[in-house]
């Protein structure tokens, strides 16, 4: 419970990078290398940007943003100026924006 009090914005991200960095050096522990110098960076979670999307209510709304968060019972979606929470059983349809792929590089 003192550590939950203590948590503030500030203290979460020293979190995160403190275990973004343990986790390089367990990886390059792993590949027997020095610690720094594995040449791998361990996936930052402050670096992933939540994909786009655009959904349409039974109602026939149309709400666009970043899906935040989504499991069998909510669908969040932060739009530029609020946070919509949606019953998945309310969505009749969700766009969302994938990732761009250059064809010419990767034919599959």
Do not use: F, H
Request: proline fraction near 6%.
């Amino acid at each position: 419970m003192e550590m939950a009090r203590q948590m503030n914005p500030e203290s979460s991200s020293t979190a995160l990078r403190n275990y973004d960095s343990a986790l390089s050096n367990a990886i390059a522990a792993r590949l027997n290398r020095e610690p720094g110098q594995s040449g791998i960076a361990a996936a930052s979670l402050e670096k992933m940007t939540p994909p786009q999307v655009e959904v349409t209510t039974r109602g026939g709304e149309k709400i666009s943003g970043y899906l935040t968060r989504e499991d069998a019972e909510w669908v969040v979606i932060r739009t530029a100026d609020s946070e919509e929470r949606l019953r998945p059983a309310d969505i009749t349809r969700m766009k969302r924006e994938l990732p761009k792929i250059d064809l010419k590089k990767n034919p599959k």
